[in-house]
């Protein structure tokens, strides 16, 4: 049985007429919700109108995920009421809350790797539609939105930013008069982003409510028309975003005045640790990006940054510098060593560092406890002895990362799933600096983490490298890596451009050339003729 494909006209008959600013779509009374002696959320009371953009701001770890969980359905209250359009309801599932016309993208995604584009948004939908109008429904949604994708593409081959395109467009196709969006820009473009705030704008106009979970202050107050303030499960405050500065509002969500990056000089002799050379990669995936001819020195005491639009080989040059795959053109050398041809492993063993962009899965097992996860990958630094595990020093080791990186967490034996993503990505990069790497890797560092965790990493990496670690960023984030790196090059269709130095550039020559739009050749140009910094 076939159905038609859901369209504009058919959004849950959300009686536009009656869906004036001043009419309340969401109402929670008295919220809470506590996991073993963790209160996440504590007696939480939330006004949302139709037709408003309401954001959510609070540290990660403040109880903003769980939430909106409980909005969603995904989780269930202690206490506590939920009125929709002024009537109380009782949201027991996800499919629930779609049913009443409420939508939500998750943080961290909810795909099945092998199934495609289509079949995963398939499952999203809670009616059946047949196969080639979900397929044209697909492509005019994505276009329309800005956010391109294949629906044929399988899943597994798509990079972490075309995944949450993926998420968002399965979100739109159901058409909720209320959408929660957690950190729903983490991997996109700037350009991307502009787009989907006119679609976000267009559906508030509609009276379609949103509820905007981002630690991009920026974005906060460009789009954002109320936010709320969580800290410690609790509700400590509501403002307006446009009446307050960014150090306002990251000031009201840490309850303390951001710190101040400090850049010192590497006191030491710069050498060249790891280098590419002549690097070429055919992509195994159909769907993937070859690597073209990639030259790049990383020095001890530097930051290297690599920007890019996801999908342009970022996936391709990890899995090579990681040695998830073994290069088949060129050298990879690692201290005078070349280590083309050794595993993952064995280049752990010479001191290399790595961090994946992909948290849950990847840089941590899910249902494994934080000691666990720490054995994975610091067993080779004393944690086994004649292959046994030493099970007290692993638990130092995590108790001490927990520590030093101000991990949020019960703790060691706490699953790596129960903690925040900010928090579980400061307990992964501290897992790898604690292990005294010479060279180390990471890719997009402060993804979805909060302003003040961000400035946390930020500032260990920085501090890393002036002790002599060559550290290699690939990051979304331009901000970050103007931030942190002492040089910056582009990663474009697979081909990488030369390093500038920071200082030399800025954001528009690096967009462009992200862009494609501007050669190599014009960036260089123009950075020789201009004085302009960011």
């Known amino acids: 049985m076939h159905i038609q494909a859901p369209t504009d006209d058919t959004r849950h008959d959300f009686e536009l007429k009656e869906s004036s600013p001043h009419n309340l779509r969401l109402e929670l009374l008295n919220i809470s919700k506590s996991y073993n002696q963790l209160k996440a959320n504590d007696r939480i009371h939330l006004k949302v109108h139709a037709g408003q953009i309401h954001a959510i701001l609070g540290e990660n770890g403040a109880g903003k995920s769980t939430l909106m969980k409980i909005i969603y359905g995904a989780t269930k209250a202690d206490q506590g009421q939920i009125l929709w359009n002024g009537k109380e309801v009782s949201i027991d599932s996800p499919a629930m809350a779609r049913k009443l016309g409420i939508g939500m993208v998750y943080q961290h995604f909810s795909l099945f790797e092998t199934l495609t584009v289509a079949e995963n948004i398939l499952l999203g939908l809670d009616q059946k539609i047949e196969a080639k109008a979900l397929h044209d429904k697909i492509i005019q949604v994505s276009e329309q939105y800005g956010l391109k994708v294949d629906p044929q593409r399988e899943v597994y081959s798509l990079s972490v930013g075309e995944r949450q395109r993926v998420e968002i467009i399965r979100c739109l196709l159901q058409n909720p008069s209320l959408i929660i969006l957690d950190e729903p820009t983490s991997v996109l473009t700037p350009q991307a982003v502009k787009q989907l705030f006119k679609t976000f704008k267009l559906l508030a106009s509609q009276g379609v409510s949103i509820l905007y979970i981002s630690h991009k202050l920026h974005e906060i107050k460009a789009l954002c028309d109320e936010a709320t303030i969580l800290r410690n499960g609790q509700v400590t405050g509501h403002v307006l975003p446009s009446e307050n500065s960014t150090s ?23 050498q060249k640790c790891f280098e590419l050379s002549q690097v070429s990669q055919q992509s195994d995936d159909p769907f993937g990006t070859h690597l073209e001819q990639i030259n790049l020195s990383i020095y001890s005491g530097e930051i290297t940054g690599i920007a890019g639009i996801s999908g342009n080989g970022q996936a391709e040059l990890l899995a090579l510098l990681s040695g998830e795959n073994a290069t088949k053109q060129g050298q990879i050398i690692f201290d005078g060593q070349d280590i083309s041809k050794m595993t993952a492993g064995q280049r752990r063993d010479l001191g290399l560092g790595f961090v994946p962009e992909e948290r849950l899965g990847r840089g941590a097992v899910p249902n494994m406890t934080l000691s666990q996860n720490s054995l994975l990958t610091a067993f080779r630094r004393g944690l086994t002895k004649f292959g046994l595990i030493q099970f007290e020093k692993t638990k130092a080791f995590t108790a001490q990362c927990i520590e030093k990186f ?87 269709s697979g081909k990488l451009s030369e390093p500038m130095l920071t200082q030399d550039t800025n954001a528009e020559q690096i967009g462009l050339l992200m862009s494609g739009i501007a050669s190599e050749k014009m960036a260089i140009k123009s950075s020789n003729n201009e004085t302009a910094h960011v």
């Open 406 to 492: 101000g991990v949020k967490a019960s703790g060691v034996d706490a699953e790596a799933r129960s903690l925040s993503g900010g928090n579980l990505q400061k307990f992964i990069v501290g897992r790898e600096i604690l292990q005294q790497p010479k060279v180390l890797i990471i890719s997009q560092p402060t993804w979805g983490v909060d302003v003040g965790a961000s400035m946390f990493i930020r500032q260990t990496l920085i501090d890393l490298s002036r002790q002599g670690v060559a550290i290699l960023v690939i990051s979304e984030e331009l901000e970050e890596l103007f931030e942190i790196s002492d040089k910056i090059c582009v990663l474009s």
């Open 248 to 270: 306002d509002l990251a000031r009201l969500m840490i309850g303390r005045e951001l710190p101040v990056y400090e850049h010192q000089d590497f006191e030491g002799t710069k």
